[in-house]
């Protein structure tokens, strides 16, 4: 049962800032507050029921609450899911007697309570108050309307990625990126997105794998300016869905077949980042270090590394078979690689040799990348290469100063940190002049920029206590921090070899089509 309160008595309680009260008369507010109670709903109290009274509108404070109702065939069906400033079943409170949903807290929430009848009285009296009542009502329609009549026929792939923007609001910007927290569990947003479960995580990591989203476990990073790349509007534009996004499942099997030699490029230079992102792994486990990595992050480092090489593996066989030797010495390096990783306990006499093995699996993978890149002959596929140069180099300066203050190899660490930065600045101006006609990938690398210069500035204090109780930890969530930007920028980059591809490519069937009929 809710705890009820009276509003005016909770002084933490700000009537006016929520949106459908906010710069009303003080009088109207303070004659609201008066008659308003405050509801504490423990997590599952059920706040009203099919068939209750309709008694009071209900605006969420804090918390979450579920509005649902029971189909015919007793499925329950998520109406929406009320956070905090939303006013709950509005259409219900002011159209019928009873209510025709049920509403539950899925966590524990906060919940003002407005008598209706006195709310009714107050519209009456204060135009602005009806007028804004009116405009909330009419946009909860106009939503409703909009599911109705498309959201159904949508694929679920942008079915999600409306609900992460609905999440979103307008904070974001063109480029950068803008974090979201699922606020209820999966279950829950799939039943409200008419999917199961599975579907929702499997399109999560299609997101994920498409560049749109980087997913840390509730926390959503939905990266902009992939996203913009991709969108209708204008840059800098509040973009609700990205078009393109919008692909049937056969179109998005066709998209995963799809073969371009960008995608190759990228594809072969994850081998890089990754043997770097394996070797800080086993130094977390090895040091017992506390991150904000999930547990079972070298297990997830090293199955996301064959995954990788699978897909290489598919990708060389049908479209560049020339490819195969440095795919194959990557492959039999990453064979003894990963056997030392796997080995268990972690022990700290194996450092050197995973530094070591580490440093040949990249220089294998960088081998694979740079033919790739010569294959493809481009200068947008060799920005390609040069944005994952960088995604490399940041997992890379990271494990450098990691194995360094352990000791191990501190000399080669301290010479290949300094090359490392030297050369991911020389790539960044070097890709600013590829990028600057694109306003995404300009503003995107103003802020790779930024991270970078934070990542070197953290790396270069004196730490003023354990390193392994701080300092490695702000260097590590630094890198992390800018590697999801830089995979932005590597999936940008690809995306503009792909365009650049087509045109060349369309201009090439003209000069055909062209040839043929003078002839």
């Not at 309307?145 to 974001?172: C, I, M, N, W």
């Not at 974090?179 to 599975?198: F, G, H, Q």
């Not at 840059?235 to 869905?241: E, K």
């Not at 694979?368 to 890149?373: D, F, V």
């Amino acid at each position: 049962m809710p705890l009820r309160t009276r509003l005016i008595a909770d002084k933490a309680v700000k009537l006016s800032g929520i949106p459908l009260f906010a710069d009303l008369e003080p009088t109207l507010l303070a004659e609201l507050i008066t008659v308003g109670e405050l509801l504490k709903l423990p997590q599952h109290a059920r706040l009203f029921g099919n068939g209750d009274t309709v008694t009071c509108l209900y605006v969420i404070l804090s918390g979450l609450v579920k509005r649902s109702t029971l189909l015919a065939d007793s499925v329950e069906k998520v109406l929406e899911l009320a956070r905090p400033g939303q006013p709950l079943a509005l259409s219900e409170v002011f159209s019928t007697a009873t209510h025709a949903s049920t509403a539950q807290a899925t966590k524990a929430s906060q919940v003002i309570a407005i008598p209706i009848d006195r709310l009714r009285d107050a519209a009456m009296r204060h135009p602005t108050l009806s007028l804004r009542l009116v405009e909330t009502i009419a946009r909860q329609y106009h939503a409703a309307e909009f599911e109705v009549t498309s959201h159904h026929t949508l694929p679920g792939v942008q079915r999600v990625l409306d609900y992460l923007l609905h999440l979103a609001g307008k904070r974001r910007d063109i480029a950068g990126e803008t974090t979201v927290k699922l606020d209820a569990s999966k279950k829950l947003i799939s039943a409200r997105l008419d999917m199961a479960p599975e579907t929702f995580s499997r399109t999560l990591r299609q997101l994920s794998a498409d560049g749109v989203i980087a997913v840390n476990g509730r926390l959503i990073h939905i990266q902009n300016a992939t996203l913009a790349s991709h969108a209708s509007g204008k840059p800098g534009d509040d973009m609700p869905r990205a078009a393109p996004l919008r692909y049937s499942r056969a179109e998005q099997q066709a998209v995963r077949r799809k073969q371009s030699p960008a995608a190759l490029i990228n594809l072969c230079g994850r081998h890089r980042m990754l043997s770097q992102r394996l070797a800080t792994c086993w130094y977390i486990e090895a040091r017992k270090l506390a991150t904000s990595l999930p547990r079972g992050a070298l297990r997830k480092f090293r199955e996301l590394f064959e995954h990788n090489y699978t897909q290489t593996s598919a990708r060389v066989q049908s479209m560049a078979p020339s490819l195969q030797p440095d795919l194959t010495l990557l492959g039999e390096l990453w064979r003894d690689y990963r056997e030392l990783l796997a080995v268990r306990p972690v022990v700290a006499a194996a450092a050197a040799t995973v530094f070591d093995l580490s440093e040949r699996v990249l220089t294998a993978a960088d081998r694979l990348t740079a033919a790739a890149t010569r294959m493809a002959d481009t200068p947008e596929a060799h920005c390609v290469n040069i944005a994952g140069r960088n995604r490399m180099l940041t997992a890379r300066i990271a494990k450098l100063f990691l194995f360094r203050d352990w000791d191990v190899r501190r000399t080669e660490s301290n010479r290949l940190i300094a090359d490392s930065r030297d050369e991911f600045d020389a790539n960044i101006a070097k890709l600013a002049k590829a990028g600057a006609s694109t306003p995404e990938i300009a503003a995107q690398l103003t802020i790779d920029t930024e991270l970078w210069r934070t990542l070197t500035t953290i790396i270069d204090a004196t730490p003023h206590f354990a390193m392994q109780h701080g300092h490695a930890r702000e260097v590590l969530a630094a890198s992390d921090e800018l590697l999801r930007h830089l995979d932005t920028t590597v999936k940008l980059f690809e995306h503009l070899a792909d365009k650049q591809s087509a045109v060349h490519s369309a201009s090439a069937a003209g000069d055909t089509v062209h040839s043929a009929l003078s002839q």
